[in-house]
Nanobody, 126 residues
Framework: QVQLVESGGGLVQAGDSLRLSCAASGRAFSPYAMGWFRQAPGKDREFVAAISRSGVSTTNNADSVKGRFACSRDNVKNTVYLQMNSLKPEDTAVYYC??????????????????WGQGTQVTVSS
């Protein structure tokens, strides 16, 4: 069992930056590929970004966040991060981190992950 706790959300203005953190506990962190998803009111949960177990490789939702969001991890601190720059009002959502024990870090569907955090709210005002 892996427990995930997100933090770092908040209310910001368009163009601002935020860094979300997701702290993992319960089991060794490094065997898990990590993903970030978001869900806006009335919408389906959407893939945002993912990172490989080593942190060397990442992927993201190019249509929505390419060039603005970046995923990283620190396997010593058991934490994965989502750096969000140039935020837009349409980025407003609850952001979730997720974990799956796999080499494949390119999983973009939510059912592909085994463990989830409780989410952190990000609100971007115009």
């Amino acid at each position: 069992q892996v427990q995930l706790v997100e933090s770092g959300g908040g209310l910001v203005q368009a163009g601002d930056s935020l860094r979300l953190s997701c702290a993992a506990s319960g089991r060794a962190f490094s065997p898990y590929a990590m993903g970030w998803f978001r869900q806006a009111p009335g919408k389906d949960r959407e893939f945002v970004a993912a990172i490989s177990r080593s942190g060397v490789s990442t992927t993201n939702n190019a249509d929505s966040v390419k060039g603005r969001f970046a995923c990283s991890r620190d396997n010593v601190k058991n934490t994965v991060y989502l750096q969000m720059n140039s935020l837009k009002p349409e980025d407003t959502a609850v952001y979730y981190c997720a974990a799956r024990r796999t080499l494949d870090f390119t999983i973009t569907y939510s059912s592909g992950y085994d463990y989830w955090g409780q989410g952190t709210q990000v609100t971007v005002s115009s």
